[in-house]
């Protein structure tokens, strides 16, 4: 599932399938606005209609390199559209170039049209607080751990410990530092929130 410009690139669209079950959700920018189908419904958001964009990064086991979108419109309604779709049931398979050539294109279609929409990067500033504090209380509670593990001269645990905390850093940090909230523009898309 890929994007699609039709003749002097008046129509873009992008597909992928969420689940192994079900039809692929089909997005279309169009002069119109925002066109979409999912499950079996379908509907045309002007893009002045659309009232917020929310980009963050969103790994998940079968896909560690995976985007989202979601898509508010002001009347109610919201829209997820991922970078990843499933081929088979062992196999996700990015959509990076058509994803971001997409998502770019809405938002320059969304600036053409004067939106005022709410432009927002990474997770909400709950979550994200929420987040930064269970990370803190483990970080405490793994450096309890390994000045224990010193102490009793417990040398394979303390290098368990830290070969552990290393590779929770790598894979963790990467999505702490992606989702971090903030706001953007039109003009100048978060490069970490885009494939």
Do not use: C
């Not at 997770?123 to 929420?130: D, F, N, P, Q, V």
């Amino acid at each position: 599932m890929q994007v699609s410009e039709a003749e002097a690139g008046s129509v873009t669209s992008y597909a992928y399938k969420a689940s192994l079950i079900g039809s692929a959700h089909r997005f279309e920018l169009t002069g119109d606005g925002l066109s979409w189908h999912i499950a079996g419904r379908s509907g045309l958001w002007r893009y002045d209609e659309i009232s917020a964009i929310r980009l963050s990064f969103r790994p998940v086991s079968m896909q560690q390199h995976r985007f989202r979108a979601d898509v508010s419109r002001a009347g109610g309604g919201r829209i997820a559209i991922l970078s990843t779709s499933w081929q088979t049931a062992a196999l996700m398979a990015p959509q990076d170039n058509g994803f971001r050539d997409f998502i770019v294109e809405l938002h320059a279609r969304m600036a053409k049209a004067g939106s005022r929409a709410e432009l927002i990067a990474g997770l909400g500033r709950k979550t994200y607080a929420a987040m930064l504090a269970f990370l803190a209380v483990l970080a405490v509670a793994m450096s309890g751990l390994l000045i224990r593990a010193l102490m009793i001269g417990e040398f394979a645990g303390a290098l368990f410990i830290i070969g552990f905390a290393a590779l929770f850093v790598w894979q963790v940090g990467g999505f702490v530092r992606r989702n971090q909230p903030r706001s953007y523009s039109f003009d100048r898309l978060p490069r970490s929130l885009l494939p």
